[in-house]
């Protein structure tokens, strides 16, 4: 753990910064062209089996919890005057919080006290919105005595445009919308369209199963035209024969919508002896069960078109299916390509041999439910996919982890079907996967009772007793108890939540000209991470990058720390540049910056301002005397900069850094 002091003022309470080291740093997109790792390969290297024996210890010994405990000791403000609108009890009041808080009571543990109206507010707006409130949304709030006041800012949030600008970014993320990934290029167009597609999907309330449905079966021949064209063109890998482009597909399909990424790895082998360790479903799989899945896009034909048919560049895609050269299913008939050799009942040949017999592979659901007589492959895989409940469960604990730090199954992509049903449960030593099964299904059921509502399955959590509990915790806390939600585990704000609070709180709006999209003012409006706002080497990507942004293709985001994070908190002009004094800020250019409209004020009143526009609370008694005795006595010039100094300080706590 890296404790940093800011340099104005060494010796003060509240001048401490806590991040913990990260494992790895951001990657850019590879050039076209670039070779991939044999997929076959992926699953099984070295670096693969660090990662899963990492995401286990992660999730056995509970460093989410372990966290919180560091980061929790480091908050400030715990005595300050607090508006406490909520009984600290745990009286059930929906779903959620009748499973949570009767695990809770059946394993004696006692939960967190609610959240204070500052550490509530602050929290909402960032995990709906990707920003904290500005002071006037922050004062409004507490000083609202209307007792559901917690419930109206959550649906005011939910209906702002700031939230589609959130949850675009997010679904992009889950799509894995780029311009390019190692095996495609999508240009601007395609992603553009693919992030308009997501965006009016978000804003229209599309039901997530109509969404998902269209992605799954989309078709049409012009993908910067038909932005949902672009997920499945997303899924396109080169260097092997059709079969692989097949595999691709369905192995895309589990994991985004169903949260199985093992399929991927059955694709290339049978589960035993391969997921004999890591699901209790896996290990019983075969190679030629995941072939009928990967089967439903053996009809579907992935097509380049060039814009201009003088040069082979750019170009835009076709999806379309049942062309009338494609007369076959999925054929077991290959021996090279980025997978093992596919032959009849997954029979290996000798190396450099054809395969010995070879067969068609007809599509088939995990139910055993195949296309009927004249069915479209596509459009029967979307129906099965989205009326399963595993669809349900699946975008249930995606958004779970969003709001609650974990996932209710972690990791949140990897899934074990066989482990799932408390009223079926797995044979021993195997226990069931989710830390609260019953919520889990309860939930998925409720969703799809709702009409795949995902605005209604946020207010579901965010106006939950549990998702408001406090993340400070009064007594012993062990770090077991994590799974059962007793406490708000904190998570380290994404880089674009850095970016875009710092510009809210300083009210200094930078100006990105994102070229073949548009002007965008905040980062969390940014149509993807890579290489933007300014290319792959600009200072803005450069510091969004060090938060680990990820490229949505093969480096993921995370929520982990680093030194190199802290020096550009410290450093970089994001910061440094919004703590100035500056008369023509804000979104228009025309309104005084955080400091210029504060400055004029008494150093109480002025420490006060700063503090509710950074940090979203009210300094502490102590963090109040340490920035009073920084400030007294000082006049003109030698003012003002204790003043920037203070402010960088906030921009430097680890209460600005983590969502608590």
């Known amino acids: 753990m890296l404790n940093i002091h800011a340099a104005a003022i060494t010796a003060s309470a509240f001048a401490a910064l806590t991040l913990l080291p990260a494992n790895s740093v951001a990657q850019g997109v590879p050039e076209e062209g670039t070779p991939s790792t044999p997929i076959s390969c992926i699953a099984f290297t070295p670096d693969y089996r660090e990662r899963q024996a990492q995401l286990i210890r992660e999730n056995t010994h509970f460093e989410r919890g372990r966290l919180t405990q560091q980061v929790t000791a480091q908050l400030g403000g715990a005595e300050a005057a607090r508006s406490v609108t909520r009984a600290a009890d745990s009286t059930p009041v929906g779903t959620i919080d009748t499973y949570l808080f009767d695990a809770m009571q059946q394993a004696g543990v006692t939960p967190a006290a609610a959240a204070d109206d500052y550490e509530f507010v602050r929290r909402v707006y960032l995990d709906l919105t990707g920003r904290i409130p500005t002071t006037d949304q922050l004062r409004a709030f507490v000083n609202d005595a209307n007792p559901n006041k917690r419930r109206g800012v959550i649906d005011e949030l939910i209906a702002s445009d700031a939230w589609l600008d959130k949850w675009t970014m997010y679904f992009g993320d889950l799509l894995k919308n780029t311009v390019r990934n190692t095996q495609v290029v999508r240009y601007p167009e395609g992603r553009n369209a693919l992030y308009l597609y997501i965006r009016e999907s978000l804003a229209t309330q599309k039901p997530y199963n109509v969404m998902a449905s269209e992605l799954i079966s989309a078709k049409g021949d012009n993908s910067y035209t038909q932005g949902e064209l672009n997920w499945v063109v997303g899924t396109y890998v080169t260097g092997g024969p059709v079969q692989d482009i097949y595999d691709s597909s369905a192995a895309a399909t589990f994991e985004t919508f169903l949260g199985v990424s093992h399929l991927n790895c059955l694709l290339c082998h049978n589960g035993a002896g391969h997921l004999t360790e890591l699901s209790l479903w896996g290990k019983t799989f075969t190679r030629k069960q995941a072939w009928t899945l990967a089967s439903h896009f053996s009809r579907t034909t992935l097509a380049r078109t060039r814009v201009d048919a003088s040069v082979s560049q750019p170009y835009y895609w076709s999806v379309l299916d049942n062309l009338p050269r494609i007369r076959n ?253 500056n008369t023509k800020a804000g979104l228009g250019g025309a309104e005084p910056s955080l400091l210029a409209a504060n400055l004029g004020k008494d150093n109480d009143a002025l420490i006060d301002s700063l503090f509710l526009a950074v940090l979203s609370r009210p300094a502490s008694q102590a963090e109040h005397a340490a920035a009073l005795e920084h400030l007294q006595g000082t006049t003109g010039t030698v003012r003002q900069q204790r003043a920037e100094d203070l402010l960088w300080t906030l921009f430097n706590k680890v209460d600005f850094l983590y969502n608590y």
């Open 329 to 581: 299913d999925y054929t077991a008939n290959t021996t090279t390509g980025n997978r093992p050799a596919r032959c009849k009942d997954n029979i290996r040949p000798a190396p450099g041999a054809a395969c010995d017999a070879t067969e068609v592979i007809h599509p088939q659901y995990l139910d055993g439910e195949a296309p009927a007589s004249g069915d479209n492959y596509r459009e029967f895989l979307a129906r099965k996919v989205t009326s399963d409940i595993q669809f349900s469960r699946a975008i249930v604990n995606y958004l779970w982890a969003e709001f609650f730090t974990r996932g209710i199954v972690s990791p949140t992509n990897q899934f074990d079907l066989a482990r799932l049903d408390p009223d079926n449960p797995p044979p021993a030593p195997w226990t069931l996967q989710p830390s609260n099964a019953r919520l889990l299904n309860a939930l998925a059921a409720e969703f799809q009772q709702n009409k795949y509502d995902l605005r209604w399955l946020m207010r579901q959590m965010a106006n939950s007793r549990a998702y408001q509990l406090s993340a400070r915790y009064e007594g012993e806390w062990k770090a077991e108890w994590e799974p059962l939600f007793a406490r708000k585990l904190v998570r380290r704000l994404w880089g674009e939540e850095i970016h875009d609070s710092v510009v809210t709180a300083s009210n200094i709006y930078p100006t990105y000209n994102v070229r073949n999209f548009a002007t965008v003012r905040l980062a969390m409006q940014l149509p993807e991470p890579s290489g933007l706002p300014d290319g792959a080497t600009g200072p803005v990507s450069r510091f969004l990058d060090s938060f680990f942004r990820g490229n949505r293709d093969d480096v993921q985001r995370k929520g982990e720390g680093s030194v190199q994070q802290a020096l550009n908190l410290m450093n970089d002009s994001i910061v440094n540049s919004r703590i100035r004094v």
